[in-house]
């Protein structure tokens, strides 16, 4: 019995996807719910399992083909005969033997039958004759023989490469050309969207983390043995922004054309960077959820990111976005809203520098803060005490206790 693998329904405001890759060819037999294959949409990678177990008859798109929901992709021949696949498991194996059999005797043959030039190559490429086709004399191998097929090697190596970054060895002023993939179209899109439809203006300040830095040091462990997670970083600033949007709530609200929408929620983003760009899960209701909890979240939506299983439902709705360009080493940098947010705090590499406290000069853990704001809606007054708050809050955590 046949049947259809078609394209699932995909997410609300995305019309196609493009297939990112085939996990099965033309042939192979699979399990009920294995991925076949990766369809990547403008935000998300989706998985299209196999409806039941049987056998890939036939592909209708190839990897790089843009489908639309409801397609068919592929024929799937439900079930599989067990004496069908005994008897071409017994034929294979005949088969793989005879051929073995033959591979030896004709590599015997040929690597004795060569120049000292063309076994010298063979040797130092670790090649076998037997896997060259000769064009001499009688089959013979010549030097111009292994060195064809060496480059053919390279270039199909290259072309097995061709998504990935490309690296070049000293000297070499080879170029590539390789489509952009979807989620980095989008991603590029909003980028310059953001930058075009909003006034723009980052403020900064740095924070004393030292208070952080030994709550997590007296807590880790029993935080962690009682939880299942490891206490970070992420909360704290989290339960500080989320605090400060308290009061100053036009940081968490957004622009509708001609109105301003002021939320009474406050959905969290976290930027996460993944192989295929930068994804942002919100975390829903952050002013209730504990710091346990939010590092569950952040930690579990991170994974899924990296593995391209976040849904669109997690990464839209957000209110106010939070990036740690830290993780990379960044010292300061300006990020980007995510539109129709108004606000986005960026966080920093954690330096030990020289400060001052009570008129002496003392090493603090460092951390400089950067909010990117749109003027159109923030004053500057309110975007520099909105970040003033979120300092405040961090170097004396119990301030958002007592909600001071």
């Keep these: 019995m046949s049947i259809e693998v078609k394209v699932p329904t995909l997410p609300e405001s995305v019309a196609d996807a493009t297939i990112a890759a085939w996990h099965k060819k033309v042939g192979d037999k699979v399990s009920r719910d294995e991925n076949l294959l990766d369809l990547e949409t403008d935000k998300v990678v989706l998985e299209v399992p196999a409806p039941s177990d049987g056998v890939l008859k036939e592909i209708k798109f190839e990897e790089g083909d843009t489908v639309e929901a409801g397609q068919i992709l592929a024929i799937l021949e439900e079930g599989a005969s067990s004496a069908d696949e005994k008897t071409e498991k017994e034929s294979s194996t005949k088969e793989k033997e005879k051929e073995s059999k033959e591979s030896e005797e004709d590599k015997e043959e040929k690597q004795t039958d060569t120049s000292p030039a063309v076994r010298r190559l063979l040797a130092e490429h670790d090649l076998q004759a037997s896997a060259i086709k000769g064009t001499g004399k009688d089959g013979r191998l010549t030097k111009e023989d292994v060195l064809n097929f060496i480059e053919a090697e390279r270039k199909k190596s290259r072309s097995e490469e061709k998504t990935s970054a490309p690296s070049y060895t000293s000297g070499e002023r080879e170029e590539r050309r390789v489509p952009m993939t979807r989620m980095r179209a989008k991603i590029a899109e909003r ?79 976290i930027a996460v960077s993944t192989e295929r760009g930068l994804v942002v899960p919100v975390i829903r209701d952050a002013e209730q959820k504990s710091l346990a909890e939010i590092e569950q979240i952040i930690s579990d939506s991170a994974n899924r990111a990296r593995e391209g299983k976040l849904s669109m439902e997690e990464m839209q709705g957000g209110t106010f976005t939070i990036t740690n360009g830290g993780v990379f080493g960044s010292l300061l940098a300006t990020p980007i809203i995510n539109p129709p947010q108004t ?59 007592l909600n001071v």
């Design 191 to 269: 980028l310059v969207q953001a930058q075009h439809n909003a006034a723009m203006l980052t403020t900064f300040n740095e924070v004393n983390l030292q208070a952080v830095m030994n709550i997590r040091k007296q807590y880790k462990d029993v935080f962690e043995k009682k939880h299942g997670i490891k206490l970070g970083f992420m909360s704290f600033f989290t339960k500080a922004v989320v605090e400060s949007l308290k009061r100053f709530p036009a940081v968490n609200a957004s622009i509708d054309g001609q109105d301003v929408v002021y939320h009474g929620y406050y959905d969290i983003g």
């Design 343 to 401: 606000g986005i705090l960026g966080m920093h590499k954690i330096e030990q520098r020289p400060v001052v406290e009570n008129g002496e000069i003392v090493i603090r853990p460092m951390m400089y803060i950067a909010l990117s704001y749109d003027h159109r809606l923030i004053d500057g007054k309110d975007s520099v005490q909105f970040l003033v708050s979120v300092k405040e809050l961090l170097e004396d955590p119990s301030r958002m206790l």
